[in-house]
């Protein structure tokens, strides 16, 4: 028995300590726009290429406004915004207006209002690809309906977009937790995405790894026409990564960046607010393949759960490599800390959180598969279709 707790424990220590190696060597190359030397003015309106800000909204009473006000209010002198009211149900369509109407929209505020969904369509992606159809801008910024930005946030990723030569650039939102349970599932999201993904590597063109972010998507319009645009997606639940999956794939030229606080949302109230979002995503980002989605519990409960385990249960030295797993995941923590507002004694709640986890992605595949489809926003979309438009 002693030799299977070794070799266990060696499995899960390379694996952590590998990736927090790679993560402290690879994260210093991603830029943060933040920094002072981003906040750059640009020249005149006419040397500023134009950028039309995309945001689709559907029953958003409760955000829109401010989205909206806060957009308007950009220190960029060459944008224009385009809202999709999406079939609300609520009074997301006449809060647009009302904005719309008012002096501090400039004329820079065009509302869209979509009665019914075309066939083979996902509500979002049809009301993003709606809304491009009419976009006039050199660049497309895909943003949401419950987002906020800094005054000078579009200024500096756009900076930073014409320094770096790219055609998308993905700036990580700031998450606003208000509770321990949002805290504490956020940072268990936020290890595992680290995890799972090297984004240092994004920028790299002979790396297969891509990303994209809902909040903040911003593409060279020429890109997102050579992609095929959202009609490429039309089906799509993951739309912004795998948008970022197309650009990639493509060749073009792909960069995420940090941005403190310049872009933040609360994506969900507590801990179950948060499995509810990820509901609908997961079966989804598992192809909506059973036998992944089994997998995949088997492999998040062996890779956060076993180190605490084996360090309960394993002997004498045989408990060492799972103590450096767990350092190992303790050290991301305290690196999550310096992007977020998680502490890193969250990582005691790491086998609550990774538990919650395991529970969300059985919840995705059998809601998923007792509905025969993703109920999502009011609309049930059939999983022959949604399987049919994988990308």
């Known amino acids: 028995m002693t030799y ?54 559907r029953n958003e009473a409760e955000h829109i406004q401010e989205t909206l006000r806060r957009l308007l209010a950009l220190e960029y002198p060459n944008y224009e915004i385009i809202a999709v009211n999406d079939r609300s149900t609520d009074h997301t369509g006449s809060l647009m207006e009302e904005i719309a109407a008012s002096s501090s929209a400039h004329g820079l505020l065009r509302i869209v209002h979509i009665k019914e969904l075309p066939t083979g369509w996902l509500g979002k992606t049809h009301a993003m690809w709606t809304a491009s159809e009419q976009a006039t801008g050199d660049w497309l910024l895909f943003t949401d309906a419950d987002v906020l930005f800094k005054p000078d946030t579009l200024r500096r990723a756009v900076a930073y977009a014409e320094a770096e030569r790219a055609d998308h650039v993905v700036v990580f939102p700031r998450m606003i937790m208000l509770n321990p349970g949002e805290r504490m599932m956020m940072a268990f999201f936020q290890t595992l995405f680290m995890f799972g993904h090297r984004l240092w590597k994004v920028a790299d063109p002979r790396a297969r790894d891509y990303i994209g972010v809902g909040a903040f998507n911003l593409v060279q319009s ?22 970022g999956k197309l650009i990639k794939n493509a060749h073009f030229s792909q960069r995420c960046v ?29 192809s909506f393949q059973w036998w992944r989605t089994i997998g995949s519990v088997v492999a998040v409960a ?22 450096i797993a767990l350092a190992s995941i303790f050290l991301t923590y305290c690196g999550m800390s310096s992007l977020s507002a998680v502490r890193p004694y969250y990582f005691f709640l790491h086998p609550v959180s990774t538990s919650l986890f395991m529970y969300t992605l059985m919840r995705s595949m059998f809601h998923t598969l007792w509905n025969d489809g993703v109920i999502w926003r009011g609309t049930k979309y059939p999983l022959e279709e949604l399987r049919k438009g994988l990308v």
């Open 4 to 57: 299977l707790y070794w070799i266990a424990g060696t499995i899960l220590a390379l694996a952590w300590a590998s990736r927090i190696i790679d993560a402290a060597l690879g994260m210093p190359s991603v830029a943060d726009v933040s920094r002072p030397e981003w906040d750059r003015n640009l020249v005149s309106p006419s040397g500023s290429p134009r950028v039309s800000i995309i945001v689709p909204a």
């Open 222 to 243: 020429s890109a997102y026409e050579a992609v095929g645009t959202y009609r490429a997606l039309r089906m799509e639940i993951l739309d912004d990564m795998k948008m």
């Open 258 to 286: 940090f941005g403190g606080d310049l872009v933040s949302l609360r994506w969900a109230k507590g801990a179950f607010g948060i499995v509810d979002n990820l509901t609908k995503n997961f079966y989804a980002l598992l």
């Open 302 to 323: 062996f890779l956060n759960l076993g180190p605490f385990l084996g360090v309960w249960f394993a002997h004498g030295w045989a408990r060492v490599p799972y103590a």
